[in-house]
Structures are given as structure tokens and as C-alpha cells.
């Protein structure tokens, strides 16, 4: 069994993607402007993939450092964490998130409205405002997401000295392509939390993307990295 202190880890982890990634947000709006600039768009994508890199080093042999429940519901899919443990996970990935972004509320109350603190506000025009491009992106960037996270991570023959880099990379360039097309969530808890925050309805209105998409997109990856892959790999060990 995980132990609490797996938990605990899983909301530092979310703690820091969720402030440090939309603070990335929140600045470049400031110094760039709203409008999505090449400059802002490069460095929305190194506070996401920096964060992710740095948590999985840091936490990835107490929890795994899953972050995300789009990963974490694949692993449970593939028994490569229990049930329990993985609702355990998903909760503490959920309120560190929400304490992030109130946080971030607390620190930027003025700077941080214009970009509701991070949140995701759905399609953007180059997708034609199309839910259905919008959720065919999402779940494409989270299943390339979590086929590296089971290829490195998960892996038995996957050299593990690189894993948090080549995850962090991952993130890095899913945003450099996805931010400006959906927001690049890949992440349901990410995308939660500035929601609430918000009072925005309009954000509500397309949360079910940000569940959907990346939910379906993990699981697809998981499945076919699982038992093309990784399980194989386990019964040579």
C-alpha cells in the first residue's frame, strides 16, 4: 500500500504545477500583453514543463509524481497503483491545485483577473472554437503525455536518470504547440482549480473538456503502452 506520505507528495507536486505554471501566465500577460505572443507562449511552456521536471525529480520515487489525474486513472487501469491509493491521489492532486490557485489569488488579486489566474477558457479561434477539435487536441497531447510518463517512468529497461527531463520536455513542447489551441491542459486538476476561482461561467461551460480529453487521451495511452510495452518488459525482468 502507498503510504500518506505518497499523498501528501502528490499535493506539493499539483502545489507547484498549478502556481508556478499559471504564474508563468499571469506574467507574460504582464509583460507581453494578453494576446498570445511568441514570447509569452515560450514562456507559459517553461513554467509548465520547468515545474513538471523539477516535481518529478524531486517526488518521483515517493509517489510517482503523477501530478495529474488523467495519469494517475491509466496507472489504476493497469493495477500499477491500487484503487485506494489512486482516489488518494487524485483528491490530494485536486485541493493542491485548489491551494495553488488561491494562492495565486491571494498574491496577484488584480493582475492575475484578466487571465482568471491560468484557467483554460476552451478552443481558441484557430481550432474555429470547435469543442470536438478542441477535445480531439486534448486528447492527443495527453496521450503522447502519458505514453513518455509509461516509457520513462514506468518502464523497467527505461533509464531512469532522464525521465524527469524527458517528461518535463514532453510538457514543454505539448504547451509550445497546445497553448495557443486549447489552452494545453492535458491535466483535469489544473484546469479545476482557476475555474472555481474565476466566477466566470463561461469557463464552466467548457470544463468538460478538460476532464474528457485528457481522461480518454491517458487512458488510450496507458492501455497500449501497458500491454505492448511495459508489461512485457516486467515479465523479462
Do not use: C
Amino acid at each position: 500500500m502507498v503510504s500518506p506520505k505518497s499523498w501528501l507528495a502528490e499535493a506539493i507536486s499539483t502545489f507547484a504545477l498549478v502556481f508556478f505554471g499559471p504564474l508563468a501566465v499571469i506574467l507574460a500577460a504582464s509583460v507581453f500583453g494578453e494576446g498570445l505572443s511568441i514570447e509569452a507562449i515560450i514562456m507559459i511552456s517553461l513554467g509548465h514543463g520547468a515545474a513538471i521536471a523539477l516535481m518529478v525529480y524531486a517526488f518521483g520515487h515517493i509517489s510517482g509524481a503523477h501530478i495529474n489525474p488523467a495519469v494517475t486513472i491509466p496507472m489504476m487501469i493497469t493495477k500499477k497503483i491500487g484503487i485506494k491509493d489512486g482516489i488518494a491521489y487524485i483528491i490530494f492532486q485536486i485541493i493542491g491545485a485548489i491551494v495553488a490557485t488561491g494562492t495565486l489569488v491571494a498574491l496577484f488579486p488584480e493582475i492575475g483577473k484578466p487571465v482568471f489566474w491560468g484557467a483554460h477558457g476552451g478552443p481558441s479561434a484557430l481550432l474555429g472554437g470547435s469543442m470536438m477539435s478542441g477535445l480531439i487536441v486534448e486528447i492527443i497531447l495527453t496521450f503522447f503525455l502519458v505514453t513518455v510518463i509509461f516509457m520513462t517512468a514506468v518502464h523497467k529497461k527505461a533509464p531512469k536518470s532522464v525521465y524527469g527531463a524527458t517528461i518535463g520536455g514532453m510538457i514543454f513542447l505539448l504547451h509550445l504547440v497546445g497553448v495557443p489551441l486549447t489552452g494545453a491542459s492535458m491535466n483535469p486538476a489544473r484546469s479545476l482549480s482557476p475555474t472555481l476561482f474565476s466566477g466566470d461561467t463561461g469557463l464552466w461551460e467548457v470544463q468538460w473538456l478538460y476532464w474528457v480529453g485528457p481522461i480518454v487521451g491517458g487512458i488510450i495511452a496507458g492501455l497500449i503502452m501497458n500491454y505492448i510495452y511495459t508489461k512485457p518488459a516486467e515479465k523479462e525482468a
